[in-house]
C-alpha cells in the first residue's frame, strides 16, 4: 500500500518586495525560508575572501550569498520546497512458508519531508555533544571537517534560532522494518504425542532495523519539541520476543 499527497499555495498576498526564490506562493504550504548552508569556514583566508556575518571564524559555517551583493542578510534566505509533512507514504506486507516454517514482516517508509533538527540550548558547558559531531568537528588539528567548531548554546550566528539554516535541515526519508515474526509449527504426529492438536513457537521483533540515511542520530518519526529545534526525544524501542501457542 502506498500514498502520495501534495499540497501547492495558488495565492498568497504578499509583499511586493520579496524576492521570487522566497514567496509562499507556488510552494508547498509550511515550507521554510533557510538560510543556504554550503561549507564550513576552514581557515582565515576562506573568511576573507567570501561574504560573511559579523563576526566570523574558521570552523564557522558558510551561508550562500544567494543575490551576490557580497552582503550575508536576510535577502540571501532562500524557500525548501518542502515541510514536515511527507509526500510519500506505504508499507509492504509479506508472508512466507515452507515446511513448519513461517514468515511474516512489514516494511513502512515515507519520502519528501524534512526537519529542522538542531539541539539548540543542550550543548552547554555541563552536558555532551553528539559521538558524530565531536568526532567530525572543525579544530585547528582537523580543519577540513565535515561538522563546525563546538559552540555554547545558541551564541554563535549559525545555531541563532534567527538565522535557520540548510545545516541543520535534515531529510527525514527512511524505510523501516517495523515486525518481522519467524514461526515454526511442529509436526503432528510431535504434537499428538504431547496430546495437543498444534504446537507453535515464534520469534517475534518490532522496529529492528531503520535506513534513514538523512536521520542517522535521531528517529526519522518523532516529534520534536518546537518543530524539531530541541532534536530530543526518545527513540522509538526494539523489542523482541518469544512464544509458544498450544492448542489441545
Known amino acids: 500500500n502506498g500514498g502520495y499527497a501534495a499540497n501547492k499555495i495558488l495565492f498568497f498576498d504578499e509583499a511586493s518586495n520579496v524576492p521570487e526564490y522566497q514567496k509562499n506562493t507556488g510552494h508547498p504550504m509550511n515550507s521554510g525560508i533557510y538560510y543556504d548552508a554550503i561549507g564550513i569556514f576552514h581557515n582565515e583566508d576562506e573568511i576573507d575572501n567570501y561574504p560573511h556575518m559579523n563576526g566570523a571564524r574558521p570552523g564557522d559555517i558558510i551561508f550562500r550569498d ?4 557580497k552582503v ?18 506505504g508499507g509492504l506486507n509479506l508472508y512466507a512458508e515452507f515446511k513448519g516454517f513461517d514468515v511474516s514482516m512489514l516494511l513502512q517508509g515515507q519520502a519528501g519531508a524534512v526537519r ?4 539548540t540550548g ?4 555541563n552536558t555532551n555533544y553528539l559521538k558524530s559531531f565531536y568526532e567530525n568537528r572543525w579544530t585547528e588539528d582537523n580543519p577540513y571537517a565535515n561538522y563546525p567548531r563546538t559552540f ?12 535557520a539554516n540548510t545545516f541543520w535541515l ?3 526519508d527512511f524505510i523501516r522494518l517495523k515486525n518481522l515474526e519467524i514461526g515454526y509449527t511442529l509436526p503432528n504426529v510431535v504434537s499428538k504425542k504431547l496430546a495437543c492438536q498444534m504446537i507453535r513457537l515464534t520469534v517475534t521483533g518490532m522496529n529492528l532495523f531503520t535506513f534513514a540515511p538523512g536521520m542517522k542520530d535521531f528517529d526519522p518519526e518523532l516529534q520534536y519539541q518546537n518543530e524539531g529545534f530541541a532534536g530530543a526525544g526518545y527513540p522509538i524501542q526494539k523489542l523482541i520476543t518469544t512464544g509458544i501457542s498450544i492448542n489441545f
Open 122 to 125: 543542550s550543548y552547554t558547558n
Open 72 to 89: 550575508i542578510d536576510g535577502l540571501d534566505k532562500i524557500r525548501i520546497n518542502k515541510s514536515i509533512v511527507p509526500t510519500w507514504t
Open 152 to 163: 555554547n548554546r545558541n551564541d554563535e550566528y549559525w545555531v541563532n534560532s534567527d538565522n
Open 116 to 119: 529542522y533538527v538542531q539541539q
Open 170 to 172: 535534515h531529510k527525514t
Open 66 to 69: 544567494v543575490n551576490e551583493d
